[in-house]
């Protein structure tokens, strides 16, 4: 089933479910040290893309009998892969986290935002879903903006193990939800197009 089954377009993106041929650019924004910088212990990964490329085959098969995982996202102009967006369950926040991770050369230019309302979206018209949280350490400042973009709001914190630090949790309820947790004003169907992909209100990121 995974988080989408069919494409959702934005208005500069294509939200599509991920696929094994995604792995090796996984892997190559995982090597990048600015990237990794703010995710978990911060440590970019060095381990050659034959050792993750079946990791994340099985990790895709997994995924694919829930309604939860990170989808791809990419540009419509050009067809080019960025980085991806997805809900995951979290047990150390308490429900679905929403997070989000792309390539360097795409940074600032909104994307994130831009996919991280529609992944809300479907969170809550699609899963139904209440609640989304995020977590973020504190000195991810893009992070933290994006997650303020959306409508995210301070909801705690927590400390990650293996980074050894506290992170920012940051939550947003489902608004004005009606029948199965979908917001009053957005169609009921998921082949919407989300022409703005930056929603009103303000909601977070992952850790890690
Ligand atoms: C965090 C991340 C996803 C943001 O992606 P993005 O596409 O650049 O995000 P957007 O362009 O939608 O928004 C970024 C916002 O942060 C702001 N920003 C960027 N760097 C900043 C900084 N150092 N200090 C303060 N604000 C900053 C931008 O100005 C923008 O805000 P604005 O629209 O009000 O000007 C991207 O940097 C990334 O992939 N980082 C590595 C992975 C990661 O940290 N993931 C999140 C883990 S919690």
Redesign the pocket.
């Known amino acids: 089933m995974t988080l989408i089954h069919k494409p959702i377009e934005t208005a500069r993106l294509i939200l599509r479910p991920e696929t094994p041929a995604d792995g090796e650019a996984i892997h190559r924004m995982n090597t990048d040290p600015e990237?990794m910088?703010?995710?978990g212990d911060g440590i970019p990964w060095t381990s050659p893309v034959e050792e993750f490329l079946p990791q994340h085959r099985q990790a895709l098969a997994r995924a694919a009998a829930e309604r939860y995982g990170n989808v791809s996202v990419v540009l419509r102009e050009s067809g080019e892969y960025i980085?991806w967006c997805g809900l995951t369950p979290e047990k150390r926040i308490g429900g679905m986290q929403l997070?989000?991770?792309?390539f360097r050369h795409?940074?600032?230019?909104?994307?994130?935002?831009?996919a991280a309302g529609a992944v809300l979206a479907v969170g809550f018209e699609s899963l139904g879903l209440d609640r989304i949280c995020?977590?973020?350490?504190p000195d991810?400042?893009?992070?933290v903006?994006?997650l303020e973009?959306v409508g995210m709001k301070p909801a705690g914190q927590g400390f990650h193990e293996k980074a050894q630090r506290h992170f920012h949790i940051y939550a947003i309820e489902c608004p004005a939800p009606t029948g199965r947790g979908r917001p009053s004003s957005m169609p009921e169907s998921e082949d919407r197009v989300l022409t703005g992909g930056r929603p009103e209100g303000d909601t977070t990121?992952?850790?890690?």
């Open positions: 990237v910088r703010h995710i980085g997070g989000y991770r792309f795409a940074w600032n230019r909104g994307y994130a935002t831009e995020a977590a973020v350490f991810n400042l893009a992070s903006r994006v973009k990121g992952n850790a890690g």
